[in-house]
């Protein structure tokens, strides 16, 4: 992996050892798929390192008449270009399986979508069956943990991840084997008072002080706005959404690190060169980063959310 990438490959390892710890029988067969995934890895010299999402899946992508967004850019870093597109095609195709187990739909979608993306830029995914074979090894990974060998309800994922490692090592003449019988925190923002500062964020005061004056018309403090905590997942960051009576949408998240200031700057640069409200590529517009709180506010992005349209849900029709 790129250097800047290296770290994800602990939550892999971590993954691996916990599945050889809970089933010894299956450690020889880990450790053949890691390093036949090993063997995959591009040499430094073949790598071009651009920025990228880092978290770019059919959920973060919103489609409006001709007009596409991308939210939740807190993960982007210098990488392989390669690597979101393993990402987004990968979540494609768990999203289809897992839900409807829906495999030619999928496969019909990843073929398209890499078909014009090879149009556009061929030379980028010279190392996707890398990338590939690692989220397809990770997803194994986290079944071959959790559930031993002969459990029923592991097979079908089981088959999803190995037969996508199999097309990743088209090259390889070995078959895939199977298993056989038996920063410093700015002030108050802990992850553990998260909670409590929701209730801070949903108080009519902060509204009027900090949300109003972002608003597109006007200011009123006669609004009314409803706040809904969106996210919680205890990970030391907080999504809020604020419904204003105006028909006006905003986002804010609270962050326990220095990446709340870290990603209302790369938003701020991305809106300002060439991903505003008058591109046919956008973000999320950044409306405000308030140190204090590391709070920052946005406003909501338009259209629909690619996740849902590829299960057929909404209006979409892809």
Request: one cysteine or more.
């Amino acid at each position: 992996e790129p250097a800047c990438e290296r770290i994800k490959l602990f939550k892999l390892s971590d993954m691996l050892s916990k599945a050889a710890a809970a089933y010894p029988e299956q450690l020889m067969m880990l450790l053949d798929l890691l390093q036949r995934v090993r063997a995959l890895a591009p040499k430094e010299s073949e790598t071009v390192l651009v920025p990228t999402h880092g978290q770019y899946t059919p959920a973060n992508v919103f489609l409006h008449v001709d007009h596409v967004s991308v939210i939740d850019l807190d993960r982007i870093c210098l990488s392989d270009p390669a690597k979101d597109v393993a990402m987004f095609i990968h979540r494609v195709r768990s999203l289809l399986f897992k839900d409807a187990n829906n495999d030619s739909t999928a496969e019909h979608i990843v073929r398209e979508f890499l078909d014009e993306y090879r149009r556009r830029a061929p030379d980028n995914l010279r190392n996707l069956p890398y990338y590939q074979a690692l989220y397809a090894l990770k997803g194994f990974a986290k079944i071959a943990k959790d559930r031993g060998p002969q459990d029923p309800l592991r097979k079908p994922l089981e088959e999803f991840y190995l037969t996508t490692l199999e097309e990743c090592f088209a090259t390889d003449k070995k078959p895939v084997p199977h298993i056989s019988g038996n920063g410093s925190e700015p002030h108050g923002t802990s992850k553990e008072e998260l909670g409590t500062w929701a209730c801070t964020f949903k108080d009519s005061d902060f509204i009027r002080k900090f949300v109003y004056p972002t608003l597109d018309a006007k200011k009123s403090p006669g609004l009314e706005c409803q706040t809904t905590v969106v996210q919680n997942t205890g990970t030391g960051r907080l999504t809020l959404r604020y419904d204003v009576e105006n028909g006006q949408t905003l986002y804010a998240k609270l962050y326990t690190d220095e990446l709340g200031i870290h990603s209302y700057n790369v938003m701020k640069q991305l809106w300002d060169n060439g991903f505003g409200s008058n591109s046919l590529y956008q973000v999320p517009e950044p409306l405000a980063f308030l140190p204090e709180h590391n709070f920052v506010l946005m406003r909501a992005v338009s259209g629909h959310q690619l996740a849902g349209a590829l299960k057929g849900e909404g209006p979409l029709d892809l």
